[in-house]
């Protein structure tokens, strides 16, 4: 089984593309309202179980990038491969605190939907924020998740464990991929997270943003079987 980790108030719909073209992908549908990665790392190991799954190819894009690193922490035996897109291990930075704040308050003071337009478009490379077809779904999909997912997510995120130096104990086939037009997630920081990741494979996808599974899908899933086809 291929396990979908979302990020970010995005649930199995940021994922649609893979669903449809990859066989025994599972996406996870969101993680409720777990406000530690340390949380949604065992909501994660629940669904494997549930599946009946004892060993499972691990995907995380994003806040799920960091999640799949917490499930590959709790239990390595159990991820055959390992993908982390479009996400980063740096730790809590200067300010961070502070932006997650100013942009958790445009959703009290101003709506939800308001907050969602203020943070989805530099989320997606800006050629494609006037393609509905990319972007419609993802409006969508992050304002069904709402303000209390929000927040959750945004207390997982500033509490955030240190992971970086997880990396060189990573023993089983890893992908690093992320969007040449990243701005959130830049590719200079998937070439550092690649470096420290014993024989990892690094996929910098042309004219994608943080969005990068509905922004480029036929390269994604390319990509993804790669790495599946990788040995174990």
Same mark, same amino acid.
């Given at each position: 089984?291929?396990l979908l980790?979302?990020?970010?108030?995005?649930?199995?719909?940021?994922?649609?593309p893979q669903?449809?073209?990859?066989?025994?992908?599972r996406?996870m549908?969101?993680?409720?309202?777990?406000d530690?990665?340390?949380?949604?790392?065992?909501?994660v190991?629940?669904?494997?179980?549930?599946e009946?799954v004892?060993?499972?190819?691990?995907?995380?894009?994003s806040?799920g990038?960091r999640?799949?690193l917490?499930?590959?922490?709790?239990?390595?035996?159990?991820v055959r491969?390992?993908?982390?897109?479009?996400t980063?291990v740096?730790?809590?930075?200067?300010?961070?605190?502070?932006k997650?704040?100013?942009v958790?308050?445009?959703?009290?003071e101003?709506?939800?939907?308001a907050?969602?337009d203020?943070w989805l478009?530099?989320m997606v490379a800006e050629?494609?924020?006037?393609?509905?077809?990319i972007?419609?779904p993802?409006?969508?999909m992050?304002?069904? &998740? *709402?303000?209390? /997912?929000?927040?959750?997510?945004?207390? %997982?995120?500033?509490?955030?464990p240190?992971q970086?130096?997880?990396? @060189?104990r990573?023993?089983?086939?890893t992908?690093v991929?992320?969007?040449e037009?990243?701005s959130?997630?830049?590719?200079?920081?998937?070439?550092?997270m690649?470096a420290a990741?014993?024989?990892?494979e690094l996929?910098?996808?042309a004219? &994608? *943003?943080?969005? /990068?599974?509905r922004e480029?899908?036929? %390269?994604?899933?390319?990509?993804?079987?790669?790495?599946?086809?990788? @040995?174990?």
């Amino acid at each position: 089984m291929l396990l979908l980790l979302p990020g970010l108030i995005c649930d199995s719909r940021i994922y649609a593309p893979q669903l449809a073209a990859l066989e025994n992908a599972r996406s996870m549908d969101g993680y409720g309202r777990a406000d530690t990665l340390q949380a949604m790392a065992w909501k994660v190991l629940d669904r494997a179980d549930a599946e009946g799954v004892e060993t499972f190819d691990l995907l995380g894009h994003s806040m799920g990038g960091r999640v799949a690193l917490e499930v590959y922490r709790l239990a390595p035996g159990r991820v055959r491969r390992l993908a982390l897109m479009s996400t980063g291990v740096h730790q809590v930075t200067e300010g961070e605190p502070a932006k997650r704040a100013a942009v958790q308050a445009i959703g009290h003071e101003q709506g939800f939907e308001a907050l969602v337009d203020a943070w989805l478009p530099p989320m997606v490379a800006e050629q494609n924020r006037a393609n509905e077809a990319i972007y419609a779904p993802l409006r969508e999909m992050c304002l069904d &998740a *709402g303000q209390d /997912i929000f927040d959750a997510q945004i207390r %997982a995120l500033l509490g955030r464990p240190e992971q970086a130096s997880l990396l @060189p104990r990573i023993a089983c086939p890893t992908m690093v991929l992320t969007g040449e037009l990243d701005s959130w997630s830049p590719p200079a920081q998937h070439e550092a997270m690649a470096a420290a990741i014993p024989d990892a494979e690094l996929v910098i996808v042309a004219g &994608a *943003g943080h969005m /990068i599974q509905r922004e480029a899908p036929e %390269a994604v899933n390319e990509a993804i079987t790669g790495w599946l086809a990788r @040995p174990v």
